[in-house]
T-cell receptor, first 113, second 111 residues
Framework: DVKVTQSSRYLVKRTGEKVFLECVQD?????MFWYRQDPGLGLRLIYF???????EKGDIPEGYSVSREKKERFSLILESASTNQTSMYLC????????????FGQGTRLTVV | GENVEQHPSTLSVQEGDSAVIKCTYS??????FPWYKQELGKGPQLIID?????GEKKDQRIAVTLNKTAKHFSLHITETQPEDSAVYFC??????????FGQGTELSVKP
């Protein structure tokens, strides 16, 4: 079974802190994603990585950066956390290219106080 | 940028009735249209998908239709059961592999 593991289920951080959300997949997938899930807004794409060290901005990249130094790991970085970044963050991975199934992690509920 | 609109945001049906969720997309280059189901406390999971060269696909009680000209696609669930209660997301994918999701539909099936 494909496994996408997010490092934390719940996280509480203070405003202004630098926050790292980690995601690891075990199926040698080329593509990895970070989404943010908010009620009524669905899943909004923050960043997309189509291969190691390759990244593309999604719809809402402001305030975030990403790192993909190794194929299995995709990190989301909040440079200076703000309260409006309180949300559920979902990581996903899939085989590269079109028409392939994306597998999601269980999500990280981040609260910024 | 690419956009996927999903309706309705909430849907309540009686057990045994049918449920229909509709999506529209903006990017003509989209060629892959999956549907995901998210149960409480879990990440979304793929339930069915359709590619742009196909108009309809069925898997037991679930079917998806695609109208590429109108940029519409829909999920149909027949004979709904309480375990179908969840949040459903549509998505549109392009050749590069990027997936854009809709806003989600919270389906409630009442026994």
């Amino acid at each position: 079974d494909v496994k996408v593991t997010q490092s934390s289920r719940y996280l509480v951080k203070r405003t202004g802190e630098k926050v790292f959300l980690e995601c690891v997949q075990d199926m040698d997938h080329e593509n990895m994603f970070w989404y943010r899930q908010d009620p009524g807004l669905g899943l909004r794409l923050i960043y997309f990585s189509y291969d190691v060290k390759m990244k593309e901005k999604g719809d809402i990249p402001e305030g975030y950066s990403v790192s993909r130094e190794k194929k299995e790991r995709f990190s989301l970085i909040l440079e200076s956390a703000s309260t409006n970044q309180t949300s559920m963050y979902l990581c996903a991975s899939k085989i590269g290219g079109a028409s392939t199934e994306a597998f999601f992690g269980q999500g990280t509920r981040l609260t910024v106080v | 940028g690419e956009n996927v609109e999903q309706h309705p945001s909430t849907l309540s049906v009686q057990e045994g009735d049918s449920a229909v969720i509709k999506c529209t997309y903006s990017d003509s280059a989209s060629n892959y249209f999956p549907w995901y189901k998210q149960e409480l406390g879990k990440g979304p999971q793929l339930i069915i998908d359709i590619r742009s060269n196909v108009g309809e696909k069925k898997d037991q009680r679930i079917a998806v239709t695609l109208n590429k000209t109108a940029k519409h696609f829909s999920l149909h669930i027949t004979e709904t059961q309480p375990e179908d209660s969840a949040v459903y997301f549509c998505a549109a994918g392009d050749q590069g592999g990027k997936l854009i999701f809709g806003q989600g539909t919270e389906l409630s099936v009442k026994p």
